[in-house]
């Protein structure tokens, strides 16, 4: 199923990421810093969902309460909770 997640608190505005069967495929973040987040998202790529929310949940970037990555992890669990 494919999802779309608003950002909050980044300079990414948006993640879209498609959820199957508990894997994660197809992450792309729109905005943010462009080389950084096609990293995140090939490393992404074919992983389980749990794992990457144990993985990158709680990242902050400076002095911000999250990150990207921490947005990723969020989106992921908004989106178990809803499948």
Same mark, same amino acid.
């Given at each position: 199923?494919k999802?779309?997640y608003k950002?909050?608190g980044?300079c !990414?505005? &948006? @993640?879209? =990421? &498609?959820l &199957? *069967?508990?894997?994660?495929k197809?992450?792309s =973040?729109? %905005? %943010?810093?462009?080389?950084n987040? #096609?990293? @995140? !998202?090939?490393?992404a790529?074919?992983?389980?969902?749990?794992n990457?929310? #144990?993985t990158?949940?709680?990242?902050?970037? %400076? =002095?911000? !309460?999250?990150s990207?990555? *921490?947005q990723l +992890?969020q +989106?992921l669990? &908004? $989106?178990? #909770?809803? $499948?």
């Amino acid at each position: 199923m494919k999802y779309t997640y608003k950002t909050k608190g980044t300079c !990414s505005r &948006e @993640i879209n =990421f &498609e959820l &199957e *069967d508990g894997i994660v495929k197809n992450v792309s =973040f729109t %905005g %943010g810093c462009n080389g950084n987040l #096609k990293g @995140i !998202s090939r490393l992404a790529q074919g992983q389980s969902a749990e794992n990457i929310i #144990k993985t990158l949940e709680g990242t902050k970037c %400076g =002095f911000k !309460s999250t990150s990207c990555p *921490d947005q990723l +992890a969020q +989106a992921l669990k &908004e $989106a178990l #909770k809803n $499948a």
